[in-house]
């Protein structure tokens, strides 16, 4: 029965974020099992371009380190809000989602050859939170019950977190500087004059990832709910 519940809850995550968590649990559970180890994993260009060990193009975006609370919280950002953007605003639109997850990569990717950054998974989790808190800036976040501030300015509220635990903030200035051109380009340079839309989805990616029909029973995650925990509860203003 609660293998039944479990497998139920699993299949109700839309197919990106739940492909990219498992992935990224899976990876990570592989190395505390010690069946791989992080120097497979890690963005290194010169193991990249001159031994051709391409896999580390994508593995260094799936391991965020042992398991423990740097881990967890991680993981739980990234699960909220890649769920949220998928259902919200990307709903019905997964290959322009793989698309934003292609386009994030590849410039993370260049800009990890001028920087020393090995692993750019938390980057890439800011980079969501940054594309969903700029697409809903009314929501009032509540951060662990301390804090109280409009959604915009959560990828910077986690920055500061991030200091505060000894991390390096290059990591989450690469994640919001990669998070703001995706969403000049997407949301801002089309609407103003003489602009246009830069981003375009390739028909490939729509051809395999985008259906036609949508289920009317569907019911997305509430975007009115972001975070889903005490450091990351809101309400959208005037509710």
Request: aromatic share 18%; glycine share 10%.
């Amino acid at each position: 029965m609660a293998y039944q519940t479990f497998r139920q809850e699993y299949l109700q995550v839309p197919p990106v974020t739940r492909a990219y968590t498992t992935a990224c649990v899976l990876t990570t559970a592989a190395v505390q099992l010690e069946l791989i180890t992080p120097f497979q994993l890690y963005f290194n260009p010169e193991l990249i371009f001159k031994h051709f060990q391409v896999w580390r193009l994508i593995t260094n975006f799936l391991f965020f380190g042992p398991v423990g609370f740097n881990f967890l919280f991680n993981m739980i950002f990234l699960y909220r809000y890649c769920r949220m953007l998928e259902e919200g605003s990307f709903r019905g639109r997964t290959a322009d989602f793989v698309f934003m997850f292609l386009f994030g990569g590849l410039l993370m990717t260049v800009f990890g050859l001028f920087v020393n950054l090995v692993f750019l998974g938390q980057a890439f989790t800011i980079m969501l939170v940054y594309v969903w808190s700029r697409r809903n800036p009314f929501v009032r976040m509540n951060f662990f019950g301390l804090l109280i501030f409009q959604a915009p300015f959560l990828p910077w509220v986690l920055m500061g977190f991030s200091l505060l635990l000894g991390n390096s903030i290059i990591v989450d200035l690469l994640g919001i500087a990669v998070g703001h051109i995706y969403f000049f380009l997407e949301d801002v340079f089309p609407n103003q004059p003489g602009g246009g839309r830069l981003l375009k989805t390739p028909s490939v990616l729509k051809a395999i990832f985008d259906t036609p029909d949508e289920d009317p029973n569907y019911n997305p995650l509430p975007e009115e709910r972001p975070g889903g925990f005490a450091w990351g509860e809101g309400q959208r203003l005037g509710g």
